[in-house]
């Protein structure tokens, strides 16, 4: 049986113990109706898990974990995936960064788009919206057991993300349709560690987009011969280089 996982951010770590927050002891306590001497996992988000038992139960609402083993990259795939994709309207970017962070995405950019149809220019709004996802973020790396919450950008226009991707090893923009390469047609090189997968918002990039996508060294590969919704667009492509890589296997 597969151990409780909670989160817990690395400055509350003292020496050989942690005290997890208080929504997490809540959790624990009353959720999973955990007690003394039960084992865990602690994750800190950043990349490292802790195996360890609960020393005690403070005031009946802090959980004190007394932590045994330390695990570096626990879960995390070996490659560094980057999603950036068209901003969407409603929740469709929570699913994105749901579904992507349960297949090992470490980083989402939302793009604004020339057929975006959110655009989020107010700072407090496109603040208030990167906060809702990092907690979609937090929840997913529970659910799917990794240590590292993935990091979530503000959104870009797409103009100014071309200038940023430059030091990805791989950049691909995904499209539907079969007039571009499948991904199995394009060599990756084993040595790759840092990928970008660019995906379009409702309606997709324009044409000029797409040109200058691979202006600036992105490879064209295509989702398949169906119209994929974006939220689901955005997850098929992680799914795709992921397995590529032997990820999912």
Excluded: W
């Amino acid at each position: 049986m597969e151990l409780p996982i909670f989160y817990c951010p690395p400055e509350l770590r003292r020496d050989d113990t942690i005290v997890l927050p208080a929504d997490e002891s809540h959790h624990a306590i009353s959720v999973m109706r955990l007690s003394q001497a039960d084992r865990v996992i602690v994750v800190d988000g950043v990349g490292t898990a802790y195996r360890g038992e609960i020393a005690r139960i403070v005031g009946g609402k802090k959980v004190e974990v007394r932590l045994h083993l330390e695990i570096r990259n626990f879960g995390e795939p070996a490659v560094v995936l980057t999603l950036a994709a068209g901003l969407s309207v409603g929740s469709k970017f929570d699913t994105v960064v749901q579904e992507g962070t349960e297949l090992g995405v470490k980083r989402f950019v939302p793009i604004i788009s020339e057929r975006s149809k959110v655009k989020l220019d107010d700072p407090k709004k496109a603040s208030a919206k990167i906060r809702r996802l990092e907690r979609v973020a937090l929840a997913a790396i529970k659910q799917c057991r990794r240590s590292y919450r993935p990091d979530i950008s503000l959104p870009v226009s797409f103009a100014e993300y071309m200038k940023q991707a430059d030091s990805e090893d791989l950049k691909l923009i995904f499209q539907p349709g079969d007039r571009v390469p499948s991904l199995e047609q394009i060599r990756i090189d084993a040595q790759t560690k840092r990928i970008t997968a660019l995906v379009g918002p409702e309606s997709g990039f324009t044409p000029d987009e797409v040109d200058l996508a691979g202006k600036a060294g992105f490879i064209s590969v295509s989702l398949g011969p169906r119209i994929l919704r974006t939220e689901t667009a955005g997850p098929v492509s992680c799914a795709l280089v992921m397995n590529m890589l032997g990820e999912l296997r």
